[in-house]
């Protein structure tokens, strides 16, 4: 397989590849006749990076991963800072649905994992709403209606309800995971099960089935040509702004970084 630069930010890599290149690798690991086990794709953003650093297990499994776009906007600008850098921003969203466009026309199925279940219907006779997950496939399929969908299923279920999920994704024969439980629970939860998974290849995708559901706004084209999606996301969720203390400790380490020579 077609192997990239990989860079380091704050010691954790991150492929030097654009959109087209990415693309390029993703086409392979799903050309692949024989694999032993599933693909792991990750989408780091500055807020996975911190993380990383603190999550051994996180950052070994980033570290095997065969694809690592750079997501986050603070990854790009911490890679200019240290000296290294990467060629563009591919964020998560936008690679998915290429990744989908791709898909329809080589006819390999998709399966959606992730993001919150169907509400019950609170008065008898009512039906109950479809999960996100089911609600983000028929958008899609309305812009990629060859598209096939081998399967959906929602984000909330127990760890001892994993292997079942699992054998559903394998009896569906889909040949493409889309994993939506926020990191690091969707890149874990692939890690965990590559060698039991049949799909080629699996991607977390933190909120990408929330907005392609219409639960979830994407922030508008100013806030993402100027890297201010966080903003906006925090302007959604304000209850956020924990996780958002990551970006300012992150372009603090990386300062920190540059001028120690890499050991903080």
């Known amino acids: 397989m077609n192997k990239s630069k990989r860079v380091k930010i704050l010691s954790v890599p991150v492929d030097?590849?654009?959109?087209d290149e990415a693309m390029e690798i993703f086409?392979?690991?799903m050309e692949e006749q024989e694999c032993s086990e599933s693909s792991l794709i990750v989408t780091p953003?500055?807020?996975?990076?911190?993380?990383?650093?603190?999550?051994?297990?996180?950052?070994?499994?980033?570290?095997s991963a065969q694809l690592i776009i750079p997501d986050g906007i603070g990854i790009v600008y911490a890679s200019k800072?240290?000296?290294?850098?990467?060629?563009?921003?591919?964020?998560?969203?936008?690679?998915?649905?290429?990744?989908?466009?791709?898909?329809?026309?080589?006819?390999?199925?998709?399966?959606?994992l992730g993001s919150k279940p169907a509400i019950e219907a609170k008065e008898e006779g009512q039906e109950a709403r479809a999960s996100v997950a089911e609600m983000a496939a028929l958008e899609i399929l309305?812009?990629?209606?060859?598209?096939?969908?081998?399967?959906?299923?929602?984000?909330?279920?127990?760890?001892?309800?994993?292997?079942?999920?699992?054998?559903?994704?394998?009896?569906?024969?889909?040949?493409?995971?889309?994993?939506?439980?926020?990191?690091?629970?969707?890149e874990k939860f692939v890690n965990?099960?590559?060698d039991r998974l049949?799909?080629?290849?699996?991607?977390?995708?933190?909120?990408?089935?929330?907005?392609?559901?219409?639960?979830?706004?994407?922030?508008?084209?100013?806030?993402?040509?100027?890297?201010?999606?966080?903003?906006?996301?925090?302007?959604?969720e304000p209850s956020r702004y924990k996780r958002m203390m990551a970006l300012p400790l992150f372009m603090i380490k990386v300062i920190l970084s540059k001028f120690t020579g890499g050991k903080k």
């Open 198 to 236: 049949n799909v080629k290849a699996a991607i977390g995708v933190g909120g990408s089935l929330d907005v392609w559901a219409g639960t979830l706004k994407r922030a508008p084209e100013f806030y993402q040509k100027n890297g201010l999606e966080w903003l906006y996301r925090l302007i959604q």
């Open 142 to 186: 309305k812009k990629y209606p060859d598209l096939k969908i081998a399967g959906t299923h929602h984000g909330y279920f127990k760890e001892s309800e994993e292997s079942d999920v699992v054998e559903k994704i394998n009896n569906s024969g889909a040949d493409f995971l889309c994993v939506a439980l926020g990191s690091p629970k969707q």
């Open 16 to 19: 030097m590849v654009n959109a």
């Open 27 to 29: 086409k392979e690991l």
């Open 192 to 194: 965990k099960y590559k």
């Open 45 to 63: 953003n500055s807020e996975i990076i911190v993380n990383a650093a603190k999550d051994k297990e996180l950052k070994e499994l980033i570290e």
């Open 81 to 112: 800072i240290m000296g290294i850098p990467l060629k563009e921003r591919v964020t998560g969203i936008d690679f998915l649905e290429q990744i989908i466009a791709y898909l329809e026309k080589t006819g390999q199925s998709i399966y959606f």
